[in-house]
């Protein structure tokens, strides 16, 4: 598949089926992760891909009800939640059913003489664009989600994460219950600046 073809039908998949998803698109996924550009080339990622039954069902339970209480307060079209509340909801709620949940994390160590925090996410955030890029590719749906701020010293807990290692993305992945769209966003004619801020 042409990558940017990839890119622009690249949406959230929220509804995913059950259905297992092979070890060795796993790692494909993660393979493409790694390919990603990341300050001095330092690489500094780690994915933990979590399958066990009991412990996405450990997360669901977490995860669930503070995202509901979260969720109250947030946007609504009318009276019902909108289509991408409803849709996060489903996912918090039926989050052990995704064959797997991958955290992209990583440690503060860039630059090595004076490691700043900033470097860690610069790194993460274009390693989990790259996974979700590449599962869409192989068809399978992911969604970009920082889920884990809900619950994060408990999920450390649960994965055993030191606290040196910082939790930057969580992202179920599976076979997408929906057909892709192309996403909905600014044409660029309203966010590209030719040369300088305004003219
Ligand atoms: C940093 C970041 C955090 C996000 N967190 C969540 C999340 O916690 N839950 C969720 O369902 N989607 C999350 N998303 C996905 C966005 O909501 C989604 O990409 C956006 O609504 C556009 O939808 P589309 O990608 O399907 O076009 C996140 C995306 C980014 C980049």
Redesign the pocket.
Same mark, same amino acid.
């Given at each position: 598949m042409d990558v940017i073809e990839a890119m622009e039908t690249?949406? %959230?998949a929220?509804y995913l089926k059950p259905d297992p998803v092979p070890q060795d698109l796993i790692e494909r996924v993660i393979y493409a992760a790694t390919r990603a550009s990341s300050p001095g080339n330092s690489q500094e990622w780690d994915f933990i891909v979590v399958r066990n039954p009991e412990t996405k069902r450990k997360i669901r339970d977490l995860l669930a009800p503070r995202f509901k209480a979260m969720a109250v307060g947030l946007p609504t079209t009318g009276r019902a939640p909108s289509k991408?509340i409803a849709? %996060?909801m489903h996912?918090a709620e039926t989050i052990n059913e995704a064959p797997a949940i991958i955290f992209v994390c990583g440690p503060v160590a860039y630059p090595p003489n004076q490691p700043l925090e900033q470097f860690v996410w610069s790194a993460l955030y274009p390693a989990a664009q790259n996974l979700i890029v590449a599962a869409r590719s192989l068809g399978l749906g992911t969604?970009?989600?920082?889920?884990h701020m809900f619950m994060e010293s408990e999920i450390r807990d649960l994965l055993g994460i030191p606290q040196e290692i910082k939790l930057g993305v969580m992202i179920p992945i599976g076979w997408p219950q929906n057909d892709f769209v192309k996403?909905?966003r600014k044409p660029i004619s309203s966010v590209i600046h030719w040369d300088k801020w305004s003219d």
């Amino acid at each position: 598949m042409d990558v940017i073809e990839a890119m622009e039908t690249c949406s %959230a998949a929220r509804y995913l089926k059950p259905d297992p998803v092979p070890q060795d698109l796993i790692e494909r996924v993660i393979y493409a992760a790694t390919r990603a550009s990341s300050p001095g080339n330092s690489q500094e990622w780690d994915f933990i891909v979590v399958r066990n039954p009991e412990t996405k069902r450990k997360i669901r339970d977490l995860l669930a009800p503070r995202f509901k209480a979260m969720a109250v307060g947030l946007p609504t079209t009318g009276r019902a939640p909108s289509k991408m509340i409803a849709g %996060a909801m489903h996912l918090a709620e039926t989050i052990n059913e995704a064959p797997a949940i991958i955290f992209v994390c990583g440690p503060v160590a860039y630059p090595p003489n004076q490691p700043l925090e900033q470097f860690v996410w610069s790194a993460l955030y274009p390693a989990a664009q790259n996974l979700i890029v590449a599962a869409r590719s192989l068809g399978l749906g992911t969604t970009f989600t920082t889920f884990h701020m809900f619950m994060e010293s408990e999920i450390r807990d649960l994965l055993g994460i030191p606290q040196e290692i910082k939790l930057g993305v969580m992202i179920p992945i599976g076979w997408p219950q929906n057909d892709f769209v192309k996403v909905k966003r600014k044409p660029i004619s309203s966010v590209i600046h030719w040369d300088k801020w305004s003219d």
